[in-house]
């Protein structure tokens, strides 16, 4: 990929008009207009600049209130987030306020419009997944996310939820950075949950673009967004998957903790304690993308398996890309060393590793495996279904939970049973994160042409989806898949003749989106309601 043109648009004069005179003719002085990230104006202390390698300070003397009235005259009001802008910019001036409510402090950030920032993950954003963007406070996140708007809005219906007016700009015209997209804006901060609601039940879009997802309601939101198969394009503040996991409002953007007892003998199996933490439900967000700087940032691919890999006390493999001085695009594939802090008990190493001897370097187009959903399905198999030496299908699980896999075959009747050696077994059943490692147990069942069953985790939804698909029970009206169609298709006649409202029965993510987009079909809407593993859509009339 040749050099990239990025193109700054930042109307730097609007905001230098509103600072007081000779504070806007010192940074006009200083020059470095493409560098500076905001100016503090904090009463009773020397005004500062703060740019993007160092802080300056304006003068020795004192802010005073003259001055800080001189700016809160000049610019717009200030909403309950204490947060105002300059209409048809991008900048932002957030307020400090005293006990009395009066304004004491102000910080004025530089807001820019950065065309071309998004061709580091374009390809990501165009796949069509969810996509969460991390990092820290003024790291770049809102510049991605509303060039990720333009672009997306090319050939898609796109909705942007913006609660500060910080990606369309201040007042009712958004900027023209956002090119076709439209956007909401949100009245009071704390019903920007309800705004999330509200644009995909009135306005049909096929992509959401959400800035700052920081309280649990947001969390529900994007989850019953992305339940009713709308794309979200959404940030939060986090240095990395591993501290996202430890944030109880926010862990369920990709999938939650939740702890689990393990038999006696499941326990000695998996070597571990008998309570493990495993993830809770499907992750909302497919992609996650951890921002270190602006020319550097960390992809997880695959959320759900990463979020495994490290509940279980290993290394998710993930994808370093970065800048370098010519503008072309760098990717190298990572697989970290252990490091010194620990997740569940288990060492892992920080995302700001350097790349290692381990990594390899591979060309920056999209990568197939980087946007392809993994698959529950064998890793090898040697035929159609395995032989079976019975009427019954022996299954030898290593490292998959037996209580679960009891439990699932025992609720189909499936005619298969779990036996303890490769010699009685049909089929070898494992996880891909065991797989991986090529223990002795998996190269003896390939040697012995025994074919190799791989979840994608150890879950109970995994092991379900396993079973449907190996006893072909999905094509039947046993599947749970054509049982919840059914069940659905009932729901809406039962509505359309009367009812004002029909609660369905718990599913898993991927059967309630089915169930969201046959509601959507019969002109209805719906809505997903309660927790994993009892999490169920509800049907009611518009």
Excluded: W
């Amino acid at each position: 990929m040749g050099p990239e043109t990025h193109v700054i648009v930042d109307d730097l004069e609007a905001l230098l008009d509103v600072l007081p005179p000779g504070l806007a003719g010192v940074l006009r002085a200083l020059g470095r207009r493409d560098d500076l990230l905001e100016v503090i104006l904090d009463l009773g202390r020397v005004p500062t600049a703060r740019y993007t390698d160092q802080e300056v300070m304006l003068r020795e003397q004192e802010v005073t209130r003259q001055e800080i009235d001189y700016v809160v005259e000049r610019v717009g009001q200030f909403d309950a987030d204490n947060r105002a802008g300059i209409p048809r910019t991008l900048h932002r001036i957030a307020a400090v306020r005293n006990r009395r409510g009066d304004v004491v402090g102000l910080t004025c950030r530089v807001g820019r419009a950065v065309y071309g920032t998004i061709t580091i993950i374009q390809d990501l954003i165009t796949s069509g997944k969810s996509v969460l963007l991390l990092g820290r406070p003024a790291v770049g996140k809102t510049t991605m996310l509303r060039e990720a708007a333009r672009v997306l809005a090319e050939n898609r219906r796109v909705i942007i939820v913006d609660t500060s007016n910080e990606i369309g700009g201040d007042g009712d015209i958004p900027h023209p950075a956002i090119g076709r997209a439209r956007r909401m804006q949100v009245a009071v901060p704390n019903l920007q949950h309800e705004v999330m609601i509200e644009a995909v039940e009135n306005h049909n879009p096929e992509v959401i673009v959400i800035d700052e997802i920081g309280r649990e309601l947001e969390a529900e939101a994007a989850r019953t967004i992305a339940e009713r198969g709308v794309q979200l394009i959404a940030t939060a503040h986090g240095n990395s998957l591993e501290n996202l996991l430890l944030n109880p409002t926010l862990s369920d953007l990709v999938g939650g903790i939740e702890s689990v007892t393990l038999s006696d003998e499941e326990a000695r199996r998996r070597g571990t304690q008998k309570t493990v933490l495993e993830r809770r439900s499907p992750p909302t967000f497919d992609i996650l993308v951890e921002i270190q700087d602006r020319q550097r940032l960390i992809v997880h691919p695959d959320v759900a398996s990463a979020v495994d890999t490290l509940l279980r006390g290993g290394l998710p493999r993930t994808q370093l890309r970065t800048r370098n001085a010519a503008g072309e695009i760098e990717t190298t594939y990572i697989t970290p060393e252990p490091g010194r802090r620990t997740f569940n008990g288990h060492s892992f190493q920080a995302a700001e590793t350097e790349p290692r001897s381990r990594q390899r370097s591979v060309p920056s187009e999209p990568a197939e495996e980087l946007i392809q959903p993994p698959t529950y399905l064998p890793i090898e198999r040697a035929q159609e279904h395995p032989k079976r030496t019975s009427q019954t299908l022996a299954i030898h699980p290593y490292g998959v939970a037996r209580d679960r896999l009891i439990a699932a075959l025992e609720s189909v009747n499936a005619p298969a049973r779990l036996v303890d050696s490769l010699s009685e077994a049909d089929l070898l059943l494992t996880t891909r994160q065991i797989y991986r490692r090529r223990p002795g147990i998996i190269r003896d069942a390939e040697k012995s042409g025994l074919p190799v069953y791989a979840l994608r985790a150890n879950t109970v939804a995994q092991i379900e989806v396993f079973i449907e698909d190996l006893f072909e029970l999905s094509n039947t009206e046993d599947g749970a898949l054509t049982r919840a169609a059914r069940e659905t298709e009932e729901a809406i006649r039962r509505i359309h003749n009367g009812a004002d409202e029909v609660e369905l029965s718990p599913q898993n993510a991927y059967i309630r989106r089915r169930q969201h987009e046959m509601a959507r079909a019969a002109n209805l809407e719906s809505e997903s309601t309660g927790r994993e593993p009892h999490r169920r859509v509800k049907i009611y009339r518009p």
